[in-house]
Each structure stands twice: as C-alpha cells, then as structure tokens.
Nanobody, 125 residues
C-alpha cells in the first residue's frame, strides 16, 4: 500500500521560503513518480512539480519555475518541495501524489492513484 504524508506547511510572509516534505516508503520511491499539487479555494487543482522515479526527470509548472525546487532523499524516503520567493497566489493546500507516469504526464494527469492528506501553505502579511 502506498502511503504519502506531507508536512512543512504554514504561514509565511511574501518573499519568504518554506520546504514541504512528502514522506513515503522506499518501494514507492523506486516504482512511482511523485508530484506536488496544490488547490486554492475556488480554483482548479494545479500540478506544481513532479519528479520521475527512474531518471529523476523533473517538471515544473510555469507559475513556479525559478522559485520552487523538487528533490528526493532516498535515505530518508522523502520528496521535498523547496519554495522560495513565495507570493500570495501560492496560497493553497499542497498535496503530494504518486502514480506510474513520467513526471510531466503526472503533473498534468486528471486523476492519480495515490494522494496524501495535504498541508496548508498561507502566504500573507
């Protein structure tokens, strides 16, 4: 069974940084692409960034390119999303998800197999 547990959300001022963590198992990291998604109230879900399980190919939405970085630590079975220069429009619940697609496909897929419970990021003065 695939389990994904997010942490690291919180309140941050515009221009600040946060690092989100998605803890999972070694098996999940070996066999599934992992991605970060977000959903703000009244908006559609957006694929923010995804990282492939095999070749570590990454994908970023245009809205976060140059500000967010996805990475994985195999020793800790964790995928991170480092978020810098945060903006109020980054406010959302952030979820990590896993499925058997390449990174860009995962981030744009309408439905995915496995989801975490989400962590809230609020960017505000």
């Amino acid at each position: 069974q695939v389990q994904l547990v997010e942490s690291g959300g919180g309140l941050v001022q515009p221009g600040g940084s946060l690092r989100l963590s998605c803890a999972t198992s070694a098996h999940t990291l070996d066999y599934y692409t992992i991605g970060w998604f977000r959903q703000a109230p009244g908006k559609e879900r957006e694929g923010v960034s995804c990282i492939d399980s095999i070749d570590m190919t990454t994908y970023y939405a245009d809205s976060v390119k140059g500000r967010f970085t996805i990475s994985r630590d195999n020793a800790k079975n964790t995928v991170y999303l480092q978020m810098n220069n945060l903006k109020p429009e980054d406010t959302a619940v952030y979820y990590c998800a896993a499925d058997s697609y390449p990174a860009q496909t995962l981030c744009k897929a309408p439905q995915l197999e496995y989801w975490g419970q989400g962590t809230l990021v609020t960017v505000s003065e």
